[in-house]
């Protein structure tokens, strides 16, 4: 039997936060026990506009609600500068977090393995939920090790508020692992337009495409002597990111430090 695992989501009411928590409340082993919004403190999520009719009190202030609650897991899915500091308050209240929400630099991700390494506590940062874009980042970085030159095109909605994309990053790093830093393209080559080239993390190049009617999607684009490989994924929409929440969820209660990437969890 699956173990009961009683969960808060941070960002209920955003487009990520609405699917978390219909999936939540639709998993018989798993407990929706509160949620934290930016507003509406003292509510119930019944009463909170377009939301469903569930008996579960919304937090506006992360440790109270932590403190009283004392939830197993937490899902954050609000914005880069929230999901950081409710990762490390839900570690010094002992809840595991689960966190989707983007934006963390390699000082954040170093100061918060160090952080769950002592306190002996399971943490999840996701960059991306969708077991396809976990796949797609994975290819990317296998056939890098062939195809070294690699430039990444992700495209999103254009509500996003961080760019590059958390998982354009990750493709990066991962690819950054298995390949030399290089520098891409002519060596005079110059940008008449600043930002015609794009990002560059160690030389790989991330280009950025935000647009109305875009989900998120991604192209790798690798690039050899008279041929180009194109490892390409796309979410059309935010069902796709669930499955991944909840594997990451019912993981994240059996580990004791924090994992950066679901391929690091998946088989
Ligand atoms: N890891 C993954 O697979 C995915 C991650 N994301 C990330 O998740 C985050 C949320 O994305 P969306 O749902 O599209 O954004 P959204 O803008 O639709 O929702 C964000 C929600 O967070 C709430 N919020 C803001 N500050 C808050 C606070 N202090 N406490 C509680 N709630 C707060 C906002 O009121 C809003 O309802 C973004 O960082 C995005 O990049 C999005 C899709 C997939
Ligand atoms: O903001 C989004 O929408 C998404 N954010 C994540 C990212 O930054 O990679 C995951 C997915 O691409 C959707």
């Not at 932590?66 to 914005?79: G, H, N, Q, W, Y």
């Not at 769950?116 to 506590?121: C, G, I, M, R």
């Not at 050899?224 to 935010?238: A, V």
Request: with cysteine; proline share 6%; aromatic share 4%.
């Amino acid at each position: 039997m699956n173990q009961q695992i009683s969960i808060v989501i941070a960002g209920p009411r955003g487009k990520m936060g609405r699917e978390a928590v219909s999936m939540v409340s639709g998993t018989p082993h798993f407990t929706l026990a509160a949620v934290i919004d930016s507003k509406n403190a003292g509510k119930k999520v019944s009463d909170l506009e377009g939301m469903p009719s569930l008996d579960v009190p919304v937090f506006d202030d992360a440790k109270l609600c932590f403190a009283e609650i004392r939830p197993d897991v937490l899902i954050d899915l609000t914005k880069p500068e929230i999901g950081k500091v409710h990762l490390e308050q839900a570690l010094e209240h002992n809840v595991r977090p689960v966190i989707g929400t983007t934006g963390f630099s390699d000082e954040d991700l170093e100061r918060l393995q160090n952080l769950a390494k002592e306190k002996e506590l399971g943490a999840i940062i996701a960059p991306n939920f969708a077991i396809g874009a976990i796949l797609m980042m994975k290819f990317a970085q296998m056939a890098s090790k062939y195809l070294p030159d690699v430039e990444i095109i992700e495209k999103h909605h254009d509500q996003k508020l961080d760019a590059p994309s958390g998982t354009a990053l990750k493709t990066a790093q991962l690819v950054r692992e298995v390949r030399e830093p290089k520098s891409q393209g002519h060596p005079e080559e110059r940008e008449d337009l600043p930002g015609a080239r794009g990002a560059e993390l160690d030389g790989i190049r991330i280009h950025s495409v935000r647009l109305p009617g875009l989900v998120a999607h991604q192209e790798v684009i690798l690039g050899g002597e008279g041929q180009t490989l194109t490892i390409k994924h796309d979410s059309m929409n935010r069902t796709s990111f669930m499955p991944g929440v909840k594997m990451a969820v019912e993981a994240v209660v059996n580990l004791d430090h924090l994992v950066y990437g679901l391929e690091n969890i998946i088989e």
